[in-house]
Nanobody
Framework: QVQLVESGGGLVQAGGSLRLSCAVS????????MGWFRQAPGKEREFVAQ????????YHADSVKGRFTISRDSMKNTLYLQMNSVKLEDTALYYC???????????WGQGTQVTVSS
């Protein structure tokens, strides 16, 4: 059982920066993967980035590559999404998620809203 709680969302101007956090609690495993997803109104949920907790290797979607960076602080059991050079199209509800390697994304937070203004 894993519990995820996102925070850090809010209103940010285009071109600005924001850092999202995801507090992780409960039982974790050496082989689990953490990820960020987002969903804009009327659109499908979209993968943003993932990180292997143990080794720290990452993968970012093309839409955010070079602008967003996923990371984790093992001592704080916290996942981060550093969002730089945000664009209007980044506006969405951002979700933290977790899965075992090779499995589905089984654990989800409630989401934190990011709104980018011009």
């Amino acid at each position: 059982q894993v519990q995820l709680v996102e925070s850090g969302g809010g209103l940010v101007q285009a071109g600005g920066s924001l850092r999202l956090s995801c507090a992780v609690s409960g039982r974790t495993f050496d082989n689990y993967v953490m990820g960020w997803f987002r969903q804009a109104p009327g659109k499908e949920r979209e993968f943003v980035a993932q990180i292997y907790w143990s080794g720290g290797s990452t993968y970012h979607a093309d839409s955010v590559k070079g602008r967003f960076t996923i990371s984790r602080d093992s001592m704080k059991n916290t996942l981060y999404l550093q969002m730089n050079s945000v664009k209007l199209e980044d506006t969405a509800l951002y979700y933290c998620s977790a899965k075992s390697f090779g499995s589905t994304w089984d654990y989800w937070g409630q989401g934190t809203q990011v709104t980018v203004s011009s």
